[in-house]
């Protein structure tokens, strides 16, 4: 927490505004609005919530197709399924981590082929850092398909001095109890196109019509904010430069004391383009480099320190649950996630933490 936060939601508490809308949801989007740069956020109940409903006003439909990243969390891919449309997964690329422009390319020219347009696209801005987006942008653009950006890891992270979530269409924020900020959880929808905000908040309010009686003409969903958390994420905003600070000091701090070790590798900003909030600190593990010491062997040198680390993600093409997707790739994210490492993160580690950290790896790596 930053410190602010309670002052927002005793304000809920004191004018009586507890229930979904009110004030604090007013001046949250407004909030996020300014500091991405766009037109209009939509606040929402999570970044689920928000990557459905721009699919659903992209009019996908059941037996569609959308084109997602495969190297991401369920949740980038879930609301594909929702709708009852087809995920069409496709690989990273090694810079970034993130949705292969070439990938993407060979999946469009393939499912067209086969009579199936993408409706959209969704590249992820993963682990905070940016995609190659204006490649992705400009292939997208090419055969005129829609681009979503998956920017729930990547608040505060810019592409050309633009914040992410701001090149696309639509971008979609979350604050669930993890991210950079968080309002317990809750998420949001951004874009330049006021029109699709103002669509986004009247479906996500069960889509009520302008009249006196209760009536509906389109299906509409449960999925505003309400005014009490919208009041932590207020708070939370004044503290996101702090936080973003603190996160790349992690980076700074693991790379300073690791990166001198052959077979240890950071996802790091591929050049000066590129700002990422560096959400988690992510390195990759490689056993022919490190004398047979993997990923897992410092994985579980930390577990029996009380010390939480992660794989990275496993690729959706290989969920059970997606595995009979269509797939492109090369394998680039089947071996990031043999490799990969999330090292812990958070903003409110301490020196001490992260010398513990590191004195762990380090001595399984000498070991």
Not at 196 to 202: A, N, Q, V, W, Y
């Amino acid at each position: 927490m930053g410190g602010t936060e309670q002052k927002y939601v005793q304000q809920a508490f004191d004018t009586n505004w507890i229930a979904p809308l009110g004030p604090n949801v007013n001046g949250f989007e407004k909030d996020l609005a300014n500091y991405t740069g766009v037109k209009a956020a939509s606040a929402l109940s999570s970044g689920t919530a928000a990557l459905h409903l721009a699919m659903i006003m992209l009019g996908v439909k059941p037996g569609d197709e959308v084109i997602a990243s495969s190297f991401t969390f369920s949740a980038s891919v879930n609301p594909i399924a929702y709708l009852g449309a087809t995920p069409v997964l496709t690989d990273s690329e090694p810079d970034t981590w993130n949705m292969c422009p070439e990938m993407l390319e060979a999946a469009i020219k393939d499912r067209i082929s086969k009579g199936k347009k993408p409706k959209a696209i969704i590249p992820v801005h993963l682990y905070g850092m940016p995609a190659k987006i204006e490649q992705i942008l400009e292939v997208a653009n090419r055969y005129e398909i829609p681009v979503i950006e998956d920017a729930a890891e990547a608040l505060g992270s810019r592409y050309k001095n633009k914040s992410l979530g701001t090149f696309g269409l639509m971008g979609i924020l979350s604050f669930n109890g993890n991210k950079i900020i968080t309002t317990s959880g809750g998420g949001a929808l951004i874009s330049n196109d006021e029109k699709l905000i103002e669509k986004s908040r009247f479906l996500a309010t069960q889509a009520r019509d302008n009249a006196p009686h209760y009536q509906h003409s389109e299906i509409g969903y449960n999925y505003r904010m309400s005014n009490v958390v919208a009041g932590i994420g207020r708070g939370q905003m004044e503290a996101l430069d702090k936080h973003i600070a603190l996160r790349r000091e992690n980076f700074k701090f693991y790379k300073e004391n690791l990166s001198g070790f052959k077979g240890i590798s950071f996802l790091k900003e591929p050049n000066e383009d590129y700002f990422s909030n560096h959400w988690l600190t992510c390195i990759q593990v490689d056993p022919e480099k490190t004398n047979g010491v993997t990923r897992e062997t410092l994985r579980l040198a930390m577990e029996s320190e009380n010390i939480e680390s992660r794989p990275l993600w496993k690729p959706m093409h290989l969920q059970p649950v997606f595995k009979e997707c269509p797939f492109y790739g090369e394998g680039i994210s089947d071996a990031l996630f043999e490799k990969g490492l999330c090292l812990p993160s958070g903003s409110n580690l301490t020196a001490e933490d992260k010398f513990r950290v590191i004195k762990t790896i380090l001595k399984a790596l000498k070991q």
